[in-house]
């Protein structure tokens, strides 16, 4: 039952898992330098990690940011379906970074966030074990490829709820570069993902309540880029979370 209740929250959020919790340590290169980088000093996404927004001059930044979103009410589910977004993971969705560079976009992922990454015999792509500093939970966990439940891909806008917010109405191009952007991707703790489901920021917030002005910063981030208006009270809670 526990199985397909997760299957269930994954297809919901156009998530998917990577691998299962494992206590020894992964041994080959290191992910790059620069872990945990502020969503404000990172607007493509490319740089790993989201470190907490803490200084009053961000804050305000980030509010600034936030000021900017359309709202309005969330629409019907009807019609949505992950594939509605393309295959996942694809590494040919135009007009994002790390696009067509020969490894697909949850492996990218991978590579960006992770530490003491192993790679499979003969690949510089598939990464089958590495260490994550989870930002949602503020835990570490050691990672293998073994099971798709310890370690999730998170849409911080969710697939489901850009949906319901217009993005059924975009040719489906744009919808396949939404789901493959690293802007809007992040490697967290599969629990924690399969909470937030395809929840607003109103309804989930990281529990690692130091990085919430940051995830609401990224959830703005994503928001702006691709035109997404939020809900009036998604809107308030990010404002919330960075003093507003």
Not at 61 to 74: F, N, Q, S
Not at 220 to 225: E, R
Request: with cysteine; glycine share 10%.
């Amino acid at each position: 039952m526990a199985s397909a209740l997760a299957a269930v929250l994954l297809l919901v959020s156009g998530c998917e898992g990577l691998g299962q919790d494992d206590t020894s340590a992964g041994a080959g290169p290191a992910a790059p330098a620069g872990r945990a980088v502020s969503p404000l000093e990172n607007p493509d996404g490319t740089k790993p990690g989201l470190a907490p927004v803490t200084t009053d001059a961000d804050k305000a930044a980030a509010r600034k940011l936030i000021e900017e979103l359309a709202t309005k009410g969330r629409g019907p589910r009807t019609g949505y379906e992950r594939d509605e977004f393309g295959y996942a993971w694809m590494d040919t969705a135009d007009g994002v970074p790390l696009a067509r560079n020969g490894c697909d976009t949850r492996n990218d992922l991978i590579r960006r966030d992770g530490r003491n990454l192993r790679f499979r015999a003969g690949s510089d792509c598939v990464v089958i074990a590495m260490t994550l500093d989870d930002p949602y939970t503020g835990t570490t966990i050691a990672w293998r490829k073994r099971q798709a439940s310890e370690v999730q891909i998170d849409h911080v806008v969710p697939l489901s709820y850009s949906w319901q917010m217009g993005s059924s109405r975009w040719p489906e191009s744009k919808r396949e570069q939404f789901a493959n952007d690293v802007l809007n991707l992040i490697p967290v703790e599969g629990r924690a993902n399969s909470a937030k489901g395809d929840s607003g920021p109103a309804s989930w917030l990281p529990p690692n309540t130091r990085i919430r002005c940051a995830y609401a910063v990224r959830f703005a981030q994503v928001a702006v880029k691709y035109e997404v208006p939020v809900t009036e009270p998604d809107k308030r809670m990010m404002l919330r979370q960075c003093g507003g």
